[in-house]
């Protein structure tokens, strides 16, 4: 098994023009992913996922900038042409998005929609391409696949639609799936389910996802790191489960706080984070969660704080915090 990386994003910064101003949506952001890994990234809305993964992906709405680089398997996407770009979309890069109706013809049945994008990808015959989307619904766990097949995206339910856009994610085998909040249109259970399909085929296949979601605690168990965004740059990156259980920033602590689990999210009280994101065409010049922070001194209102290791070296744990959290672990205190 490679423990390569996949994907090494350098100084990202997306910058989209509107009528409010220069909308700095990601402003500096660096991590990179493994061959074979699940990579979360976790913040509120308008934290600048959404821009991020589609910045990755060379997906850049009309009137915007980007720069930095990103490197996949070796070459900076950022170069790359429309042409050379849509030979990477679709078959070593895909992308599940919230709403099933955004990727899904909805006048086209489910067989033409996997069937179309193997032959022109995989240059795979007819009756190849009708096989291979039997057991691929059969992969993500689509009851009764050859009647599927047949049918029409409004005729499947929620999660069944949600199961058919990861089967023409996965028609063309990508070595990336960038799932951008792929089930909150779902109800909690099937939400948990699709997820956990998710999870399952990344690892059988051995392929690298980036799962988007406004949830720490659904990330945390469905993947191996986790990256934490605030107002356009990373809060904390790190293993998923000490980010989870020992989180540094306080942005990070404060979010785990106001979210509920997922089997309590109907019920339990929000404990929100007072304040808001900050504008963001005029970002303030020190931390953006400054103005938030319960931990906030003069020096987070007038520097950025680099992101610096924490923890114990090879942890893999940082985070862009002046003043992180600390915590007691058998009467010992974590240090930075
Ligand atoms: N096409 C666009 N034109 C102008 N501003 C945009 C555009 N797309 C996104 N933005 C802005 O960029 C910032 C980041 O948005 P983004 O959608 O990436 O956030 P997000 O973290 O994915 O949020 P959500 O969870 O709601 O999808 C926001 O301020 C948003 O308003």
């Given amino acids: 098994m490679s423990h390569g990386k996949l994907l090494e994003v350098e100084n990202l910064h997306a910058y989209i023009g509107s009528p409010r101003g220069v909308v700095k949506a990601v402003d500096g952001v660096s991590f990179d992913l493994a061959e074979g890994e699940a990579l979360g990234v976790v913040g509120e809305s308008g934290s600048g996922k959404s821009v991020m993964a589609r910045a990755v992906m060379g997906l850049m709405p009309a009137r915007s900038d980007r720069t930095g680089s990103v490197a996949f398997k070796g070459r900076d996407l950022l170069g790359l042409n429309k042409k050379q770009l849509a030979e990477i979309w679709g078959k070593q890069i895909a992308m599940v998005f919230q709403d099933p109706g955004r990727s899904l013809n909805p006048v086209v049945r489910v067989e033409r929609q996997l069937s179309e994008t193997m032959r022109a990808h995989l240059g795979v015959s007819k009756s190849e391409a009708h096989s291979r989307s039997l057991t691929l619904l059969q992969e ?98 790190g293993v998923s489960r000490q980010v989870f259980d020992t989180p540094r920033h306080q942005y990070t602590s404060a979010l785990l706080a106001a979210t509920p689990t997922i089997e309590h999210t109907r019920h339990a009280p929000l404990n929100v984070i007072s304040g808001s994101l900050p504008s963001p065409t005029d970002p303030p010049p020190g931390c953006r969660f400054a103005a938030r922070c319960v931990a906030a001194t003069a020096e987070c209102h007038s520097a950025q704080p680099p992101v610096t290791g924490v923890g114990e070296p090879g942890t893999d744990h940082s985070v862009a915090c002046f003043n992180p959290v600390t915590h007691v672990k058998e009467g010992e205190l974590v240090g930075r």
């Fill in 140 to 237: 993500v766990g689509v009851p009764d696949p050859e009647r599927r097949l047949r049918a029409y995206p409004h005729e499947l339910s929620g999660g069944m639609r949600q199961r058919v856009m990861i089967a023409v994610a996965l028609a063309c085998e990508p070595d990336l799936l960038i799932a951008d909040e792929p089930t909150t249109a779902l109800d909690v259970t099937i939400q948990r389910q699709v997820l956990d399909l998710l999870r399952r085929i990344q690892i059988e296949r051995h392929m690298s996802v980036m799962l988007i979601s406004h949830d720490l605690h659904v990330v945390a168990g469905q993947t191996e790191r986790v990256a934490v965004m605030y107002a356009g740059r990373l809060a904390e990156v």
